[in-house]
């Protein structure tokens, strides 16, 4: 039964019928730093009803500056067990499964079965490649962000895209870390680009729009410029 006060201010930008689909879906947020919680929190309050929450890390002081579950009394707490919990102080409503975990080879597969989409929030371009393969071989759209400084990107994989290899290059080339270990990263910067991969979760889900699969749109804040690139 979907609480339709709770949701009221969703409407009519979605209709009744696109809210029950949306509490009836499950996403999987991979990575709950900067990107990651943001997205899990604009997930709940739009109302999608269950959430797998992955991550094998625990704040630390460098995560303040733009880590929106990360607080000075948390530090040294686990990410996941901290996104679960904010998630049910703002809807009690959403059943939430918080896997302390880093994702890997072994545990990856296993963490993405049974959802309808993932969210890459990840930091590494090695595990990226690698959460492409599982939601390829579990037949999932995979919704992708990264950010380095003020700058960010955003794209849509489905099954049978070549995705990041059209970003990258071939995986055996992509070097493992990202551009944001030399650039840093800013709050604001985070939450814009966490709010697009929101938007394009629920797009994806209500199928509806038009989504950023097989195309990257690229936003540099300094100078406000935001470009969406065609891949193919």
Not at 105 to 114: A, C, F, V
Not at 141 to 165: H, K, M, N, R, W
Not at 211 to 227: G, M, Q
């Amino acid at each position: 039964m979907v609480n339709q006060g709770r949701y009221n201010r969703n409407l009519n930008t979605i209709s009744h019928e696109e809210q029950a689909i949306l509490v009836h879906s499950h996403v999987a947020v991979i990575g709950l730093g900067g990107l990651g919680g943001g997205v899990c929190e604009m997930l709940a309050r739009t109302g999608v009803g269950t959430l797998t929450l992955v991550d094998g890390d625990v704040f630390d002081t460098t995560n303040l500056n733009r880590q929106l579950l990360s607080r000075e009394e948390n530090i040294g707490t686990p990410k996941a067990q901290e996104a679960k919990e904010r998630v049910f102080a703002v809807n009690s409503t959403i059943q939430v499964t918080a896997i302390q975990a880093y994702a890997d080879e072994t545990t990856l597969y296993g963490m993405i079965q049974g959802v309808d989409l993932v969210v890459d929030c990840l930091d590494t371009i090695d595990t990226r490649f690698l959460l492409q393969e599982m939601a390829q071989k579990a037949d999932l759209p995979l919704v992708s962000g990264a950010i380095a400084g003020v700058c960010g990107q955003v794209t849509v994989i489905f099954p049978g895209d070549l995705g990041y290899e059209l970003i990258y290059g071939k995986r055996r080339e992509a070097q493992s870390l990202g551009i944001e270990t030399l650039t840093g990263n800013i709050s604001y910067c985070a939450l814009f680009i966490a709010s697009l991969q929101a938007s394009e979760c629920i797009k994806v889900l209500l199928n509806r729009g038009e989504s950023l699969r097989n195309k990257l749109l690229i936003a540099d804040l300094w100078n406000n410029s935001f470009e969406v690139m065609e891949l193919i």
